[in-house]
């Protein structure tokens, strides 16, 4: 299977990036698939100082890559723009150090532009006539393979996104996650101190269903926003999203349909997609989802869950109010509708604590609540949970000990202590003063800089401002063009694949002064259309 | 999708374990669908200081789980011996309890025993006529799931393995796993104190391939073992299984079949069959697979790819020759045929370090090469690694991304000053000594109490000891017997699902005291047959 029948993706089509480009320029003639930039290894440089030419040093760094099959048979090179920026030398350097192994037949071009690795003899080229030859046209490596699994890539602009977070410079108006200098430095590193006085026996596996004093921590946790869950009702996951992972290919057969918000996090991977699972999607209004559309689409689709992020909703930022809970557990109850509970955000209320979760209205096991501590505490633990039913989790763990035989012993005993110690409870505390102050300083540069352009919400808590554009612009375009500015975007088309005039912005990790300079560029973009 | 159709499944059926039970007796009536041991919460138990009568207590606590949706309508209780166990109370107590439960028509027995979580009226009742009714028989709790989803759950003694392995008292006779006592506590405390005075900025997310410094660290260590591959070649997963997990969903379509050693540690995990790939087992010889059998199958049957340990094979601990690996590489290359190499134990020799792995055969990156610190450092670290061409590990970290965006940075960054450190280096030739003074110990034993009944092979490295018994043995059987003995073994069938007469030893876990004790015992259960 190759993923041109991915869904709803075509239109993102191909496009090329050059970000810090010298030459900031048109895109380039010859693009990597998918329209993603091409990566080379962002360590090696030649050296200027070395008696060694760099364009020898080049090819010779290029022939190890080759010959040692890191770069296989039928593999693109990246366009020779990038191999210059990447390699810090001037265009004609690179231009002979290809010439050299385009002589030796190790790379060639190829109709349509572009330099891919030129198949090789086979090295065991001896004719042994017992043995059948390669099937035509299979080189047998693994780059034949590249396009085939049953799951789908990522979008382009979020593989994009995933790789540029780690380009220095760029200023990231869309991370949904909180910047460095919002996580408990110093606490953890006492957690950490704590725990090297401590671990006996060391490291092992933990239980399937994770640590037992970090679920009796969770539960402790989770008994303060009104739900009633024993640790024999969570499984720690290695994140929230791993948890979704684990209910896609635990739960659901193939085929199957979900409803969930429109727009929503959800569209932004494809947990559910690659395991055959159809989205239908619902709208909100100010208060969060409409019951009585969703029963008509429950009814129509035969959906087998709801998926929602009641609180602070990712990523328009919506608050689902008490009244609106209450009616949407009486409506799934009748409906005999299972429902998956994101609490991501349910902690991190700006102005007020939110209503009571779903899951906190549940009595039936209808509920199935995902919590993290990525968000507040530490997104590097990779540590989430979820709490639901006990034969419903049972059947969840089994499969996390099939993926990856359970979460970190290490990340889980930190976030043992972690919320066992009282440091997430004040942490909290702290991490909400914070994010008021950059929440209201991003409304008062919306409302000085993008006021007759957009119009948005005011969060009342979580991390997004979802910006709707009063005139659509084509999301890669302006993600593009936003990048050449040096701003990395969230566009909403990653949020609702049809969706051509919204942007997720995050008030989590830009700095004030980046989002004094942000904002004003982006308005800028915006203008220009 | 039931699991029903589970491959090769069907005759390991239902049967019933009674562990550490004051009576061991025959089979419960009533049992946990699979066969598998129910679960209660391992952790309450009624108190007899209480004024409240146990019975009441334990009312009150089962009422505690149904009412919170913990317990759902639909789910089988453990069997009342089972409960009586867990809540260390006499069988009255708990039919007292039971009976009062059953009064409010809370559970109900079913036909053909067992005891129900009965369906409640739903607590949203109001009779809203705009309301759809429920579908007739979907109770709409999560419960009803538990038998769908794409993923196919562990084999019904996998399951009681992994869930025993908490049980206190059993000797762990194929446990493959380090001890705890030949886990480097020590050291790892040392690591652990330096990063708790060092990390700035804090546990933020890692690169989609992995902690640059960790890469480069694991890059240096294949360099050690031949293998070239530098850090834009590696990605770090959570642990080798994982790896195994992204390469099913990444780079195989449904319907393709692989070819892999039989027996296999493959068939003991579901993530290639969960994703639609089928299985084409190759025989060995004491050198390992033999290459003109792998030809002639590769063409009958298609294959996508080679699957192999050769380095210390689980479960056989075959060490694949220098010239078979050679002449593996020779005929692969010819048929165009992918190989996924597996060197979770290649460092373990204890006699003499084993040939080049085939990665530092390969040079137009034919070979996938997984490694892990799972076997030597620390299981709990979860932090493993495979090296390959660059276009495929970046499409396997972009599905990582979409499962559980990265492994632990706590993780990733004790395994870097870890390996770093040259703690690694140390602690392995610490290991390898020890392992060598367990294998011979256990060896000697199999000689003095299991000749006659069994053979076994002598490992040069790794963990496991390949039993095979001179008579064949109904592999459940036995290992229930074992149980009752208090002996947990892993038996032949889950490496090859027709095997009756083999059993995986390991002599990394159980002590020499337990192993003394153990080797006897199950010398007598193979003698009673």
Redesign the interface.
Same mark, same amino acid.
């Given at each position: 299977?190759t993923h041109s029948h991915q869904p709803e993706q075509s239109d993102l089509g191909v496009s090329g990036l050059s970000v810090h480009s010298e030459a900031p320029s048109p895109a380039d003639a010859d693009q990597e698939q998918n329209g993603t930039l091409p @990566?080379?290894?962002?360590?090696?440089k030649p050296d200027p100082a070395s008696a060694q030419p760099l364009h020898r040093q080049i090819a010779a760094y290029l022939l190890?890559?080759i010959?040692?099959?890191?770069?296989?048979?039928g593999?693109r090179l990246p366009p020779q723009r990038e191999l210059c920026r990447q390699l810090g030398v001037n265009r004609s350097t690179v231009v002979t150090a290809l010439g050299q192994l385009t002589a030796l037949g190790l790379i060639e071009g190829r109709r349509g532009g572009g330099t891919l690795v030129a198949e090789?003899q =086979?090295?065991?080229g001896?004719s042994?006539p017992? *043995?059948? =030859?390669?099937?035509p046209g299979?080189?047998?490596?693994?780059?034949?393979?590249?396009e085939?699994?049953?799951?789908y890539?990522?979008l382009p602009t979020v593989?994009d996104i995933?790789?540029l977070?780690?380009e220095p410079g760029l200023i990231r108006l869309g991370t949904g996650?909180p910047a460095?200098?919002l996580?408990?430095?110093a606490a953890?590193?006492?957690v950490?101190?704590g %725990?090297?006085?401590r +671990?006996?026996?060391?490291?092992?596996?933990?239980?399937?269903l994770g640590n037992?004093a970090l679920r009796?921590a969770v539960s402790r946790m989770l008994a303060r926003s009104g739900i009633?869950?024993?640790? *024999?009702?969570i499984l720690i996951?290695?994140?929230a999203?791993?948890g979704l992972?684990l209910i896609?290919?635990? %739960?659901?057969?193939?085929g199957?349909s979900i409803l969930l918000e429109k727009p929503s996090y959800l569209y932004s +991977?494809? *947990?559910f997609q690659?395991?055959?699972v159809k989205f239908s999607g619902l709208p909100m209004d100010g208060r969060g989802l409409i019951p /009585?559309q969703l *029963?008509a689409e429950? +009814?129509r689709s035969k959906a087998?869950m709801l998926y929602s992020i009641p609180s602070f909703h990712n990523p328009t930022g919506i608050l689902m109010d008490a009244e609106r809970r209450r009616e949407l557990?009486? @409506?799934?109850?009748?409906?005999?509708?299972?429902i998956l509970e994101d609490g991501a955000y349910q902690e991190l209320w700006l102005d007020a604590p939110p209503p009571p979760p779903l899951k906190a209205l549940?009595?039936?096991?209808?509920? %199935?609540h995902l919590g993290t501590l990525?968000k507040a505490a530490?997104?590097? %633990?990779?540590i989430g949970w979820i709490a639901?039913? /006990?034969? @419903?989790v049972?059947?969840l763990a089994?499969?996390k000990?099939?993926?990856?035989?359970?979460?970190?012993?290490?990340?889980q005993l930190?976030a043992a202590d972690w919320l066992e110690g009282g440091y997430h409870e004040e942490h909290l505390g702290i991490l909400r003063g914070k994010l008021r102050d950059r929440r209201d300083h991003m409304l008062a540069l919306l409302q000085h800089h993008c006021a007759g352009l957009a119009t948005w919400n005011v969060p009342a808590g979580g991390f997004y401002i979802w910006l709707s554009l009063l005139h659509s612009a084509p999301p890669r375009k302006l993600f593009t063009a936003a990048l050449r500015a040096g701003l990395l975007l969230n566009t909403g088309d990653l949020y609702d694949r049809s969706d051509r005039r919204h942007l997720r912005l995050s008030y989590a990790y830009a700095s004030a002064a980046e989002l004094e300079r942000g904002i004003p560029l982006l308005a800028e973009l915006i203008k220009r259309g």
């Open positions: 299977m @990566v080379l290894t962002g360590m090696w190890a890559k010959s040692s099959g890191a770069w296989p048979a593999m090789m =086979p090295s065991s001896d042994d017992a *043995a059948a =030859p390669a099937e299979r080189s047998g490596n693994w780059n034949d393979y590249v085939e699994g049953i799951h890539p990522n593989q995933n790789r977070e780690y996650e460095p200098e996580l408990p430095g953890m590193n006492r950490l101190a %725990l090297s006085q +671990i006996l026996p060391p490291l092992s596996y933990e239980e399937p037992p009796a009633a869950a024993d640790p *024999a009702s996951t290695s994140g999203l791993q992972q896609a290919l635990g %739960l659901l057969p193939r199957s +991977i494809h *947990a690659s395991a055959g /009585e *029963a429950a +009814i087998a557990m009486q @409506v799934t109850g009748r409906l005999g509708l299972p549940d009595h039936e096991g209808r509920v %199935l990525s530490s997104p590097g %633990l990779r639901g039913p /006990e034969p @419903v049972r059947r089994d499969i000990m099939q993926s990856d035989y359970g979460a970190s012993s290490l990340s930190a």
